[in-house]
Each structure stands twice: as structure tokens, then as C-alpha cells.
């Protein structure tokens, strides 16, 4: 018996238990690929799988629904890879520990992949019960979402036959997505120069940050470690020379970035007007932060000094300038819709190599012409330093339909289950519907999921009665999704 085994719905979270022995981080799929297929296989369901590894599995309509609307139900199969530090864990080799924790399901010092393994798991539980009224039924598991949705971008839409698609990879229970942001990854590099020089050395690190989703936490007022190492970078300048040796930041352009790291090189008469600005301006950032980042810390330790290679006087110039004119966080709210972020972009990595600083910025909003301004924006700063930039995996926003039959019925049965009414709305963030609504013509679709918290970080956890209301809820839209 699996620890999840006393948990309801028991095919869903026996589903989900089994996805989480195996390891399914980004870019590492194939094997819980393998399991749905075998899963497929074992239930006599089609299935087509492509060269990205996104997978399709296929039902027929249950007797009477034989001439219902094909209904598309779409998940992510990767997961974000985080764990606490100091953890014993490999991503590419450990399975995922989860354990029930009063109404919650957490895991042991890692993310949960509930995002969006709980998706996976509903897909299976509702494929392999004969008992369910549905019609015709593809499941479309994705790949790689969460490094840019490699896989719904290279899959070839013209593989679906429906045109209704329920996507599952939201995180609030009884709101449904029906809009969300466009988006870009800026990609940029600076050249450097080092030299040889015999420096004292200090060591600066920012940690103790909540981090979160770049699109769904980016108006939460969260800190994000990158722009404070820059601010600190810059507030150092004014108060000694010192020479960039090391510097880092951030773990995935999609996170906000949890903390960044700094070695310095410095003159010894230096070090304590360093390390006492250092001390102010981490009382300055906790002040600022108290409320929205009450674990933020700020250590600088100073350390031997040795010959090394630093950077150039102009090269730590130029890095500590840029850091201190790249925008980030919100940009625009929306007009339209009162608290909707609008246009945001995330200092999402940073990374300074032997002869180059590379940076990731993830750009979001829901008007293109302003996700081009931001791209843009970010652009200039970095060629004004002297380097430059591309973007990568851009991808469309979708647009609000008010007709839609799909929301209608979610609506509905919402209404019907819980006697209560459940919110329509609009995620500043990716998600797969994007891509499709843009690839195939007249897609009707709707994402939604049961609750979740702190996705992307070791303290993810979810729901488990969401669960139970957002399968339940699904059960009732597959029966009233029978013939007109």
C-alpha cells in the first residue's frame, strides 16, 4: 500500500504516487512518458507519440455519446526541480516523496510536480473508469512546459481531432482561465575582461527569499535577488573600489530569482568600508521587504587574500551599471481588468563565466505590441554595455471568448456541484492554450485545476479536498458533455 493509498479519490492519487517514482524533471520525461504508454497499452487506448515526446491517448465516446463533440483534456508531464539546500536528492535518479500533511500534500525537501503531475493523474484515473458518461476523449500530455513549452511548440496540432479542450494546469480551484499572457525569453550576453590581481577577497550572499511563478507571484511584492545584487553592487561602488571575481544568481528565467551569490576582489584598506555598507543595505532591504520577504538575508563574509582573475575596472563597471538599469516586475496593469498584470518581465538567471555575463529575462503581456516594448527595452540596455541579446520562445497570448461552450458547461456544473459560483478570469502567465487556440481554428478552450501554493519551490503543496472537488468536477463536465 503507497502512502497516498487512504487518500480520495484513490485512482487519482494512486495515479499520482506512481508518477512520482519517476523521475520526470524537465528535459527528462521519457520515462513517465513510458508509463502512460504502458498505461494506454494495458487498457487497450490508442496512442501516438511524437519525436518532443508529447503523447496523445485516445478513448472512444461511452454508448449514446457516439456523436458528441470531441473533448481534448491537455497536461504537462516535466515538473520544476528544486530542492532545500543541502539536500541528498538527484532529480535524474530519486522519486518524488510525498506525504498527506492534514488537508495538504507536500513533499520531503523538494518540489511536489504536482504542477502538473496531479494533471497527468486525473487523465488516467478518468481514461481507465468504463463507468464514466463521456464522449469522445483525447488526452494530450505535453512536454518540457516549464522550460518554455518545447513540447506544445514543436507538436502538431493537426494530430487532434477535437476542438474543445479542457487544460488542467491551473492553480486556483473554481477559477477558470479563459485568457491568458503572451510571452518571450530575452537571452543576453555581455562580454568581460579579467586580469590577474592579488585582492583580498569578500564573498556576498543573498538568500531567504520566497521566490514563486514569474507570471502568477510577479505583483505579489516579492524581492527578487538578482535586482538586489545589483542595487548592492552599485551601493559598494560609492563606497570603495572593488573588482567582480564571481557572480550568480537565480535558478530558471521562469522563477523569481530566490537568491544570488558575489565574490569581490578588494584592496585590504577596502574591506570594512565594504562590509559596513553591506550591513546598511541589508537593513535597508529588510526594512523594505518586512512584510513580503521576512526571511531575506544578506551576508558578506571577507576571506584570505590570494592572486586571481579578476574582472577589468571597465568590465565591473559595465556589469554593475547593467544590473542596475534592467527593468523587472510588473510594467503595465491592466485597464481592463482590475488587479490583472497587464505586461511584467522577470530577472530570471544570472551568470558571470570566464569572458561573458549571461542573463535570462522572462517577458510577459497580454499586448503584443507591449511585450515587444519590454523585449525591446531590455535589448538597449544590454547593447548600450556592449552586448547583446536574442529571444527565444515566443509565443502568443489567447484571447477571452464569451461564447464559449466549454466555459458555459464548467460554469454550469460548478453552479450544480457546490451550489456556488465559479470565477472567470485571465492568468498573466504561459500556459499550452495559447499555442493551440493560435493553431487551431475556432478552438474552444478552458484551463482549470485544484488549488495549489508555492509551485516552482521545495515548499509546493496541494489541496487534497481540491482535488477531490476539481475530479468530481470533471466527472459531471464529461457527462454533460454528451450530444446536442
Not at 89 to 111: C, H, M, N, S, V
Not at 353 to 375: F, G, N, P, Y
Request: charged fraction near 20%; glycine fraction near 10%; aromatic fraction near 4%.
Amino acid at each position: 500500500m503507497g502512502e497516498l493509498s487512504a487518500l480520495q479519490p484513490t485512482a487519482v492519487f494512486r495515479h499520482f504516487e506512481e508518477i512520482c517514482k519517476i523521475p520526470h524533471g524537465s528535459g527528462n520525461v521519457s520515462a513517465l512518458v513510458d508509463h502512460c504508454i504502458a498505461f494506454a497499452e494495458a487498457h487497450g487506448l490508442a496512442w501516438e507519440r511524437d519525436q518532443a515526446d508529447n503523447l496523445i491517448i485516445r478513448k472512444p465516446a461511452s454508448p449514446g455519446y457516439e456523436g458528441a463533440d470531441g473533448l481534448i483534456l491537455q497536461g504537462h508531464t516535466d515538473m520544476v526541480c528544486e530542492k532545500v539546500a543541502g539536500l541528498p536528492f538527484d532529480f535524474e535518479k530519486d522519486g518524488i516523496q510525498p506525504y498527506a500533511d492534514g488537508d495538504w500534500l507536500r513533499a520531503r525537501g523538494t518540489t511536489l510536480g504536482a504542477d502538473n503531475g496531479i494533471a497527468v493523474a486525473m487523465c488516467l484515473a478518468l481514461l481507465e473508469d468504463d463507468t464514466l458518461e463521456h464522449p469522445p476523449l483525447e488526452v494530450l500530455l505535453t512536454s518540457d512546459e516549464e522550460i518554455g513549452m518545447i513540447g506544445a511548440f514543436a507538436f502538431d496540432c493537426s494530430r487532434l481531432q477535437g476542438h474543445k479542450l479542457i487544460n488542467l494546469d491551473s492553480e486556483y480551484e473554481g477559477v477558470l482561465m479563459c485568457s491568458c499572457a503572451g510571452g518571450a525569453t530575452v537571452r543576453s550576453t555581455l562580454p568581460v575582461e579579467r586580469e590577474p590581481k592579488a585582492l583580498q577577497q569578500i564573498k556576498l550572499d543573498i538568500t531567504g527569499l520566497k521566490s514563486g511563478h514569474s507570471g502568477v507571484e510577479i505583483d505579489k511584492g516579492r524581492a527578487n535577488a538578482n535586482v538586489l545584487m545589483g542595487r548592492l553592487l552599485d551601493a559598494l561602488a560609492h563606497k570603495g573600489d572593488y573588482r567582480l571575481i564571481q557572480l550568480s544568481g537565480g535558478p530558471r528565467e521562469t522563477a523569481i530569482a530566490c537568491e544570488a551569490h558575489a565574490v569581490l576582489g578588494v584592496a585590504a584598506a577596502e574591506a570594512e568600508p565594504l562590509l559596513a555598507e553591506v550591513k546598511r543595505m541589508a537593513a535597508a532591504y529588510q526594512k523594505e521587504y518586512a512584510t513580503t520577504e521576512p526571511g531575506l538575508t544578506v551576508d558578506a563574509v571577507s576571506e584570505a587574500a590570494g592572486e586571481c582573475e579578476v574582472l577589468t575596472a571597465d568590465s565591473t563597471r559595465r556589469v554593475r551599471q547593467l544590473l542596475l538599469a534592467l527593468p523587472d516586475g510588473v510594467q503595465v496593469m491592466s485597464p481592463d481588468m482590475p488587479g490583472l498584470v497587464q505586461t511584467s518581465l522577470n530577472f530570471g538567471t544570472l551568470l558571470l563565466e570566464d569572458t561573458q555575463l549571461c542573463m535570462a529575462h522572462s517577458v510577459r503581456s497580454s499586448i503584443t505590441t507591449q511585450k515587444q516594448w519590454i523585449v525591446s527595452q531590455v535589448q538597449a540596455a544590454v547593447a548600450l554595455a556592449g552586448g547583446a541579446s536574442e529571444v527565444a520562445g515566443d509565443y502568443p497570448g489567447w484571447s477571452y471568448n464569451p461564447h464559449s461552450v466549454v466555459k458555459d458547461t464548467i460554469l454550469k456544473a460548478y453552479q450544480e456541484l457546490f451550489g456556488l459560483e465559479a470565477k472567470v478570469d485571465a492568468v498573466h502567465a504561459g500556459i499550452e492554450c495559447g499555442l493551440f487556440a493560435d493553431s487551431i481554428e475556432g478552438l474552444d478552450c478552458v484551463s482549470i485545476g485544484p488549488e495549489l501554493a508555492d509551485v516552482h519551490t521545495p515548499k509546493e503543496k496541494l489541496s487534497i479536498p481540491s482535488v477531490q472537488r476539481t475530479y468530481q468536477l470533471m466527472q459531471a463536465v464529461l457527462k454533460a458533455s454528451g450530444p446536442a
